[in-house]
């Protein structure tokens, strides 16, 4: 069971922080069932509400510090992976930021990279779907690592990308 005040990690929504733990007094609520009250980090202005006994959404504590420099370090072993069906490539995306696993965030994000850089090279723009799941993918990972490793978020991608080159 998570804290009141840690931070987490929630299926698609991202890193949030848990704000608060209760039950909900909503007609057709179970009164005995308990939520976390959940704000994302990305959409502050937002709460979600989370069963505390629920096992369809992958939530997780956020990295701690030695975890997070494990995958700074791990990054540039992560290889893009080439899925060639628009649909099929869409489900890996969804699948893979469900997931909430760092290594698989990243393989997602040098995917979409790599995907766009091809792009650019035939004179095509990146897709609205790619440039929408990459955007979800550096959030989740930026946001996280600025928890992780107590750095501002402003400098985590270009920090990322040290350990890249």
Known sequence: MYKKGEYIVHGRSGVCKVV????LELSGADKDQKYYVLIPIK???????????????????????PQARKVLREIKNVKPVYIKNDRQREIFYKEAIASCDSMRIVEIIKTLHKRGDVRESQGKRMTYVDDRYLKEAKDILNNEMSLALDMEIDKVEDYILGYIK
């Open 43 to 65: 959409t502050p202005e937002s709460k979600i509400f989370f069963p505390v006994d629920n096992d369809k959404i992958v939530t997780r504590p956020i990295m701690t510090k």
């Open 20 to 23: 608060d733990i209760t039950k």
